[in-house]
């Protein structure tokens, strides 16, 4: 017997109260999955990266409110960051959780 499974993916986009945007990406099944995109409120790019099920896996990019880059780090499961020092990496886990739990 051959099953098959589709799962697709949904468009999600947030606002901010002033009605520029938060956050875009998709959800599958319920959780962020592929690239997300945060903004800050003066809709400069915040961070930037992958997802799945709602986890940081690969590339993401932090940027500061001017739109400058702050910090590019690489994660893999379970949240562990490749790369970065040891105070970037705890910063950037804690903003990106507190992200991920801010707009669940």
């Given at each position: 017997m051959?099953?098959?499974?589709?799962?697709?993916?949904?468009?999600?986009?947030?606002?901010?109260?002033?009605?520029?945007?938060?956050?875009i990406g998709r959800l599958k099944n319920g959780?962020?999955?592929?690239?997300w995109k945060f903004y800050h409120?003066?809709?400069?790019l915040s961070k930037t990266?992958?997802?799945?099920?709602g986890k940081p896996e690969g590339q993401w990019k932090f940027?500061?409110?001017?739109?400058?880059?702050?910090a590019v780090s690489n994660f893999k499961t379970e949240n562990q960051m490749v790369n970065g020092?040891?105070?970037?990496?705890m910063l950037i886990l804690k903003e990106l959780k507190n992200t991920i739990k801010e707009n669940l």
């Open positions: 051959l099953f098959s499974t589709l799962t697709f993916a949904q468009k999600h986009t947030e606002y901010y109260d002033s009605s520029t945007i938060n956050e959780k962020r999955s592929g690239i409120e003066n809709e400069k990266g992958n997802l799945i099920y940027y500061l409110k001017n739109g400058e880059l702050k020092s040891i105070s970037i990496q």
